[in-house]
């Protein structure tokens, strides 16, 4: 009888510990699932990045080519201004 009882016992153990295995198989599975979509929203995320700051390159330069273009007019407004206080420069027909 002692020998049934502990064959029986080492039945169920091995049992319990097939279960426990299995669940942490499944476990392994669906959290090496979820880590694969994270690496995928990961490389889409730094893909999205990338093209943002191309753009936000692009920006910056269209900006400073602006700021050239402003201050080229205001260079030849206040060259125009000195030219005709000096009086010199400018056709009177024109003026």
Aim: proline share 1%.
């Amino acid at each position: 009888m002692g020998a049934t009882t502990l064959n029986g016992l080492m039945m169920s153990f091995v049992s319990v510990g097939k279960e426990v295995i299995c669940e942490q198989m499944e476990k392994i599975a669906s959290l090496s699932v979820e880590l694969a979509k994270s690496k995928n929203r990961e490389k889409t995320v730094s893909v999205k990045a990338e093209k943002l700051k191309m753009k936000l390159n692009v920006v910056s330069v269209c900006l400073a080519l602006s700021w050239v273009i402003i201050g080229l007019y205001i260079l030849m407004i206040v060259a125009i201004v000195v030219s005709s206080n000096k009086g010199g420069g400018i056709i009177p027909e024109l003026a």
